[in-house]
């Protein structure tokens, strides 16, 4: 680089101040210690729902309760097998932070969308899936009317559980909107910002 | 000691030699994306510790530097788009300067420091990140391959920003 008096004035300037405090640093050193234990929180999953529906099948005896469990083992069973081909295939490159700042920006905008989507996806197929588990029901239970069936115990609770599963995926779609438009901003800013040599090249070619 | 990390042919390197060689830069980037010093604090973690991370994937394909910056500015890419958009503080980004300096030639670069931090917050988010980038010691090549631009980009980019620099550093005396 050729040497600019004003960039290298200016450079020192914005150089000058470079310490950091020590206690931001060990924080750096624990975070980085800790990010070792992240498999606690799967491991915990999977021994609590796991052994709880394990659990629940053996001592009720009840096939319902057995079709859960292994149900419930199989999807657990996948996920692991999934995160772990996915680890071992591409190690820590599932995101590509070392990308340039517009592909980083195109893939962030790309999940996001991709992200809602599921979302929307998901809740129809959930919504799907419970009707006909519902309905199933209710043509083999041994239920009375109904309203006997719609305001028995499992189905009140698996009414509260959809809510709750409704709004935790109302809320995080809507965050998702949120960052996909802050994505879009920073993209036009930082990416797309026309200069004088794309205006003049642009001139030019009409 | 967090262990250390051996780039491809060279000699392996602990973790705080890293630290010290990218964390001012990386804790100055920080003051650019957040306002509070919690969340310049906590962005510099977070940058920190994504940086460190990801060495290990670093093929050569792009200088060390280049790397390190690329993931810089996606984690805090990362960070503001999951936040209210805002202008740094940057009076409150600057620490205390080196050691080497006596204590007026340190007051007279802090203050010009905050000034010229000030100023560039103060510049559009495009030509923010080309200024800031040169700052600190990137060429024009190795600017264009972290943001992802051309070169020529870059540099009428820096020419634009550098005439508004001058203005707003004239007009702050």
Redo the contacts between chains.
């Keep these: 680089m050729t040497s600019d008096p004003e960039l290298d004035a200016w450079r020192a300037d914005w150089q000058s101040a470079d310490q950091i405090p020590p206690e931001l640093r060990r924080r750096v050193e624990q975070h980085i210690r800790a990010g070792r234990h992240t498999w606690w929180p799967p491991i915990t999953v999977t021994v609590v729902i796991g052994g709880g529906t394990l659990a629940w099948a053996v001592t009720s005896g009840e096939h319902v309760a057995a079709q859960t469990a292994v149900a419930t083992w199989l999807f657990i069973a996948v996920t692991w097998a999934t995160t772990l081909v996915l680890l071992r295939r591409f190690g820590g490159r599932l995101r590509p932070d070392a990308a340039t700042t517009a592909s980083f920006l195109d893939f962030a905008i790309r999940v996001c969308r991709a992200t809602r989507a599921g979302i929307v996806a998901g809740a129809v197929l959930y919504a799907l899936f419970v009707s006909y588990m519902l309905f199933w029901r209710f043509q083999t239970g041994p239920f009375g009317t109904a309203g006997e069936y719609l305001f028995s115990g499992r189905v009140v609770a698996m009414v509260i559980v959809t809510v709750l599963l409704g709004l935790a995926g109302w809320r995080r779609y809507g965050r998702l909107g949120m960052e996909l438009e802050g994505l879009l901003a920073m993209q036009r800013q930082i990416v797309d910002m026309p200069t004088v040599s794309d205006d003049r090249s642009r001139r030019a070619n009409r | 000691m ?1 262990d250390r990390w051996t780039p491809p042919g060279g000699p392996p390197r602990p ?1 705080d030699a890293i ?1 010290d060689e990218y ?3 990386l ?2 980037l920080a003051a650019r994306f957040a306002r509070a010093r919690g969340d310049q ?1 906590d962005l ?2 977070d940058v ?3 940086v ?3 060495l ?3 093929r050569g394909e792009c200088s060390e530097r280049t ?1 390190v910056f ?2 810089a ?3 805090a ?2 960070y ?4 209210p ?1 805002a202008t740094a503080d940057v009076s409150e980004a ?5 050691p080497t ?1 006596t204590p007026e030639q ?1 007051a007279v ?2 203050q ?2 905050e000034r ?2 000030a100023a ?1 917050a103060q510049l ?4 923010r ?1 080309v200024v800031a980038l ?4 990137l ?2 090549q190795d600017t264009a ?5 051309t070169e ?2 870059v ?3 820096l ?2 920003a ?1 005439a508004q ?1 001058r203005q707003l550093l004239a007009e702050d005396r």
């Design positions: 967090v973790f630290f964390g001012p830069a804790r100055r604090d510099f973690q920190m510790v994504a460190w991370r990801a290990p994937t670093h790397f690329r993931i500015e996606n984690r890419i990362s503001l788009s999951r936040r958009p600057l620490e205390v300067p080196a300096k340190m670069h802090n010009r420091g010229l931090a560039v559009p988010p495009g030509h990140e040169t700052l600190e010691g060429s024009y391959d972290v943001l992802g631009i020529s980009n540099g009428a980019r020419t634009r550098r620099l």
